[in-house]
């Protein structure tokens, strides 16, 4: 069955950078675009952007452009979200999400089980 | 604040029919697709209904989703105690450059 699974929590200053890791399983990875959303404490969820794991090309949100960076490596399907310049506001669950549909970028579908990063000093 | 817009909460009891409304504008839902998600607590969240009205394998026929205009709405009938979680709608807004947008999301407790 679909599986992704994510690194484990991490505690970081402010400023630092962190990041988190996906591994998928039970499907084709090069298949699907990989969506990664967070959820700030008590707040909703923010989609934060995709990558093609088959070719790399990626599609940050506005609210992050300059600041997120997605990466992907086939050979161990796994998938790669570093975010920099951390600050406070960015303490929350992040998650790494198969989109639904194949060979496209529409929708996160399958999701990860979320991975905490906390960001004091 | 979200751009989407979602009550905080809603209610019902079993077996009643519960609406959960999505609120948006003409750059996201009244020209694009609404997806439903819904968030457990402590779990990750699922997909409930893509593409306005269609539910993934899986999803029981309870779940309905439906879209009018610059709205959206997703129906849950036969509730179930199973059913108390987060529910978020979301969409593609081509003000922001086709970002996914979800909305504030609706807490529905099941009495």
């Known amino acids: 069955q679909v599986q992704l699974v994510q690194s484990g929590a991490e505690v970081k200053k402010p400023g630092a950078s962190v990041r988190v890791s996906c591994n998928a399983s039970g499907y084709t990875f090069t298949g699907y675009y990989i969506h990664w959303v967070r959820q700030t404490p008590g707040q909703g969820l923010e989609w934060m952007g995709w990558?093609?794991?088959?070719?790399?090309?990626?599609k940050y949100a506005q609210n992050f452009k300059g600041r997120v960076t997605m990466t992907r490596d086939p050979s161990f399907s796994t998938a790669y979200m570093e975010l920099s310049r951390l600050t406070s506001d960015d303490t929350a669950l992040y998650y790494c999400a198969k989109d639904h549909q194949y060979n496209s970028a529409w929708f996160p579908g399958h999701w990860g089980q979320g991975t905490l990063v906390t960001v004091s000093s | 604040q979200s751009v989407l817009t979602q009550a905080p909460s809603a209610s019902g009891t079993p077996g009643q029919r519960v609406t959960i409304s999505c609120s948006g504008s003409s750059s996201n839902i009244g020209t694009n697709y609404v997806y439903w998600y819904q968030h457990l607590p402590g779990t990750a969240p699922k997909l409930l209904i893509y593409?306005?009205?269609q539910r993934p394998s899986g999803v029981p026929d309870r779940f309905s989703g439906s879209k009018s205009g610059t709205s959206a709405s997703l129906a849950i009938s036969g509730l179930r105690s199973e059913d108390e979680a987060d529910y978020y709608c979301a969409a593609w807004d081509d003000n922001l450059s086709g970002d996914v947008i979800f909305g504030g999301g609706t807490k529905l407790t099941v009495l």
């Open positions: 990558i093609n794991p088959d070719s790399g090309d990626t």
């Open positions: 593409r306005n009205n």
